[in-house]
C-alpha cells in the first residue's frame, strides 16, 4: 500500500506540475488539473495496490515502467524550468535553456523530426518563439532516445526481465489474450513489430496530423507554455515508449522460443 500511494502521489505530480510551477494559470485550469490528477493518482493506486493486474503492462517487471516514468517526469520537469525561465529567469532555468537551444539546432536539420515541429509555428513567428520552440523539442527528443537506449542497453546486458527470477506473462502482459486465436510467439512478434515501427514512423506523423488538424478543426497556437511542454512531451514520449514496448514484446518472445526449443530438445532426449 505504501508503493502504490508513493506511485499515486508522484503521478499527480507529474501532471499538476507545469500549473503548479508556471505563473498565470487561471483558476478553471488549476481546477481541470487538480480533477485530472486526482483521478491519476487514483487509478494508479488501485493498480499497484491490488494484487491482480489490470491495465499496466510489465507491472512486476522493473525497470520497466520506472524508466518509462523517469523519462517522461524529466521532460516535464525541465520544459516545465525553461518555460518558468521565460518570465522569472533563474541559474537552473538558464542553463537549461541554453542547454536545449544548443542540442535543438543541433537536431533540426532537413527532414528532422525537429525541424518538421518547427515548421509547425505558425506565419509571423518571432525566432525567439522559434528558438523557444526548437529548444523544446530538441531536449524532450534527446531524453525519449537516451532512456530507448539505456533501456536497450539494459535488455541486452542485464538479462531483462529475468535477472533476477521468472517471468509471469498473465501479472506482466494483463491485456494479451493468449487463448485469442493463433500462435502466442507469432502474435508477440506481430505486435512487436507493430511497435517499433509506429515508433519509428510517429516522430514524422504527429507533426503532419498536428498541421492538418490544425487547418481541419482549430489552429494550435504554442504562445500557452502549459500547451508547448505537453505538446512536445507526448510528440517525444509517445515513439519511444512504443519503441520500448516492442523491444520488451521481442524480448518475451524470445524467451518463449528459447524455452520450446529447451523443451523440443529435452522431448526428443528421451524418446531416444
Known sequence: MVGAAARAFLVALLIAM???????VSSDTAQMIALLSLLAALLTFV??????????????????????????????????????????PNAVSDWLTEVGYSIGHAMDFPFSPVRLVVLLTPEGA???EMDLLR???GLAYLISLSTLLAFIAFVRLMDWPIRKGGFNFWVNLPLFD????????????RDS???VALGFLLPFLIPGIMKLAGQVIYPISFSDPQTLIWAMSAW???????????????????????????????????VA
Not at 18 to 24: E, H, K, R, S
Not at 178 to 189: I, Y
Open 18 to 24: 507545469p500549473a503548479v510551477v508556471l505563473p498565470g
Open 47 to 88: 493498480e499497484y495496490n491490488s494484487e491482480y493486474p489490470s491495465v499496466v503492462d510489465f507491472r512486476d517487471a522493473p525497470p520497466f515502467n520506472r524508466m518509462r516514468f523517469i523519462a517522461l517526469f524529466s521532460t516535464i520537469l525541465m520544459l516545465t524550468l525553461i518555460g518558468l525561465g521565460q518570465t522569472n
Open 135 to 137: 529548444s523544446h523539442a
Open 193 to 195: 513489430h507493430i511497435n
Open 178 to 189: 493468449p487463448t485469442a486465436g493463433g500462435d502466442v510467439l507469432s502474435r508477440l512478434k
Open 236 to 270: 517525444a514520449f509517445l515513439p519511444a515508449n512504443m519503441i520500448m514496448r516492442g523491444v520488451a514484446l521481442m524480448r518475451i518472445a524470445d524467451l518463449i522460443e528459447e524455452k520450446r526449443r529447451r523443451a523440443y530438445a529435452q522431448a526428443e532426449l528421451q
Open 126 to 128: 518571432t525566432a525567439a
